[in-house]
């Protein structure tokens, strides 16, 4: 955690004094949306991001050469090592104008590495900016029909994202229990799972406390199960 701070403090103090004054007057109207919730959470705030920075302080699967992240902030939550920020990526469609796309995007290190596959659970009204984000890599929508056994509200408002060549393998990292609080509670976020960390992502969203608040109880609830299902696997292979 400590090495986290000092490389944020880094790639901070060289980016406000780039930043637009329309974006500024912006950007300090949500500074203090987000600073009280870092004071509330026990979490430290840090700011502005420099873009093509090589630190990737908040990884996931949207992270880009194109991203800017701004208010970001570290800490610990319930027992788990948080990160949080707001990030915006620019697209360079092959024809037409630039397009850009916002995500808050909360990071929880998991504290057991998660032996599931690496997969994401996409609120389908959004699915179109991941589409984007994931040509050319080896993810791309798995069929509903793997999750008949599951809580159809799952199906109804998530699209998952993962390897097609085992798409029945599917249940191993995300059992039904978790795909139907995602289906019931997490519908207007979209998830994503790999061996280390849980990412929760608000999709073209303002920050509010409120919205906030429920991210990263959602994603301290989701890091848990996972390990839980960690520990327990590996208290059966000894």
């Known amino acids: 955690m400590k090495r986290k701070w000092e490389r944020a403090k880094h790639v901070t103090k060289r980016a ?3 930043m637009h004054p329309k974006q500024i007057t912006k950007h300090v109207s949500q500074r203090k949306i987000i600073q009280k919730f870092a004071d509330d959470h026990g979490m430290v705030y840090f700011g502005l991001i420099e873009p093509g920075d090589d630190h ?20 610990t939550y319930d027992g788990y090592d948080v990160a949080f920020a707001q990030r915006r990526v620019l697209y360079h469609p092959p024809n037409g104008k630039p397009e850009t796309h916002n ?19 996409v609120n389908k009204g959004f699915q179109l900016n991941y589409n984007r984000l994931l040509q050319g ?6 069929a509903d029909q793997a999750f008949a056994s599951h809580d159809p509200a799952f199906t109804q408002f998530f699209t998952v994202f993962a390897d097609p060549s085992r798409p029945y393998d599917i ?11 995602l289906g019931r509670h997490f519908r207007p976020l979209s998830v994503e799972i790999t061996e280390d960390c849980v990412y929760i992502y608000a999709d073209n969203q303002k ?3 409120q919205l906030m608040d429920v991210m990263i109880q959602d994603g301290v609830w989701l890091a848990e199960r996972l390990d839980a299902i960690s520990k327990y696997l590996t208290e059966q292979q000894k």
Do not use: M
């Open 171 to 181: 249940a191993y990292t995300l059992p039904s229990d978790v795909s139907t609080i």
């Open 56 to 75: 990737k302080l908040v990884r996931g699967i949207t992270s880009s050469k194109d991203q800017r992240d701004a208010h970001y902030c570290i800490g």
């Open 207 to 209: 920050p509010s406390e």
């Open 137 to 142: 890599s080896r993810v791309s929508p798995i």
């Open 103 to 121: 995500w808050l995007v909360f990071q929880f290190d998991l504290k057991f590495k998660y032996p599931g596959r690496h997969i994401l659970a």
């Open 16 to 18: 406000i004094k780039n």
